[in-house]
Nanobody
Framework: QVQLVESGGGLVQAGGSLRLSCAAS????????MHWFRQAPGKGREFVAA????????YYADSVKGRFTISRVNAVNTMYLQMNSLKPEDTAIYYC??????????????????WGKGTPVTVSS
């Protein structure tokens, strides 16, 4: 089992920044590709960003490209999402998720092995 705990969400004005963290415990963090998803009220869960186990490769949804940066520090079992130039449409619950790297890369929500409980982000206009 891998336990994932998100933190860093909150209320911010449009144009502002937040940094989310995802702390992992349990199995070896560096065995997993890590992802951020989000779910806005009344909508499905959507992919935001992903980073491979080594941190060499990153992937982003078009809606956040150039504004959000995903990173990880395997030595402290933590992944981050730096969110800049936030917009009201970024308002959502943000979830981190892990997929065992040997299963190959996927950014589909149904393909994740473990999920955190989420942290809320609200961007006011």
């Amino acid at each position: 089992q891998v336990q994932l705990v998100e933190s860093g969400g909150g209320l911010v004005q449009a144009g502002g920044s937040l940094r989310l963290s995802c702390a992992a415990s349990g199995r070896t963090f560096s065995n997993y590709n890590m992802h951020w998803f989000r779910q806005a009220p009344g909508k499905g869960r959507e992919f935001v960003a992903a980073i491979t186990w080594s941190g060499v490769s990153t992937y982003y949804a078009d809606s956040v490209k150039g504004r959000f940066t995903i990173s990880r520090v395997n030595a402290v079992n933590t992944m981050y999402l730096q969110m800049n130039s936030l917009k009201p449409e970024d308002t959502a619950i943000y979830y981190c998720a892990a997929r065992f790297s040997s299963r190959g890369y996927s950014d589909g929500p149904d393909d994740m092995d473990y999920w955190g409980k989420g942290t809320p982000v609200t961007v006011s206009s």
